[in-house]
């Protein structure tokens, strides 16, 4: 039977790659978008795999909408990668109570929202494997990065507490937390800051989006690997 799978932030990064490789094993894939319409667009046009769907995921009656609809075509959600997120760099001094609302809200209350959202048809059917992209910040912390590492570190307490609370129902829960990406997020650096990062990572290069879709891949077909939170970062750091 044709698996179901909801990726939200899905027409860039690291989420669009996770899109594509899924799509491309044969999972029906709801790409979620906000603003990048063109990007999703011709991410659709990739694969007759992978659906589009607007939705701003740190609002619930978008977020409602969006599932409803998807359970309503499909009959279920087998598995959501809660992906959608933004970031800031800005000293903790100078972060505004609308800074932290803004990051909160789309990096920390849409994974609350989207999961409240997709878990009840999970929870019926007695099984569902969930994925959540955190950050390496989320494990360590960043300097003047304090509220994204604040919501990420939130998303992987998240992880831990529901796969104690899912389990009997069948239904995996864990996190990714990748170090450096080659993704839009980090081309603000220039080739000399990131020279200077590939000298601090064991491995000697910074990782690819096709490193993390891997690692979802992998989580989704293995059925005993649930709470764990797994950072994807060449070593940069090992805890």
């Not at 027409?11 to 491309?24: D, F, T, V, W």
């Not at 997120?85 to 990051?103: A, C, H, P, R, Y």
């Not at 878990?119 to 509220?147: D, F």
């Amino acid at each position: 039977m044709e698996k179901i799978v909801l990726v939200t932030g899905a027409s860039r990064g690291i989420g669009r790659k996770i899109a594509k490789e899924l799509a491309q094993k044969g999972y029906k894939v709801i790409a979620n978008y906000n603003k990048s319409r063109e990007e999703a667009e011709k991410l659709q046009q990739e694969n007759k795999n992978i659906e589009i769907y607007k939705a701003d995921v740190s609002k619930r009656e978008e977020v409602s909408k969006m599932v409803q609809e998807v359970i309503k075509k499909y009959g279920k959600i087998d598995i959501l990668i809660n992906n959608a997120g933004i970031s800031q760099e800005k000293l903790f001094t100078d972060v505004t109570d609308e800074d932290w609302n803004t990051m909160i809200n789309n990096n920390l209350y849409s994974v609350f929202c989207v999961t409240q959202e997709v878990l009840p048809n999970m929870l019926s059917r007695k099984q569902g494997c969930i994925i959540n992209i955190s950050s390496i910040w989320g494990m360590v912390g960043a300097s003047c990065e304090t509220i994204y590492s604040v919501a990420k570190a939130g998303i992987d307490g998240m992880t831990k507490s529901l796969a104690k609370e899912l389990g009997l129902s069948n239904i995996r829960v864990n996190s990714i937390a990748p170090g450096y990406i080659d993704t839009d997020m980090n081309k603000n650096l220039t080739e000399q800051e990131v020279k200077e990062i590939e000298q601090e990572i064991p491995l000697g290069k910074i990782g690819k989006t096709i490193d993390i879709a891997k690692c979802v891949n992998w989580l989704i077909e293995d059925e005993y690997t649930t709470g764990q939170v797994i950072s994807i970062n060449g070593g940069w750091v090992i805890i």
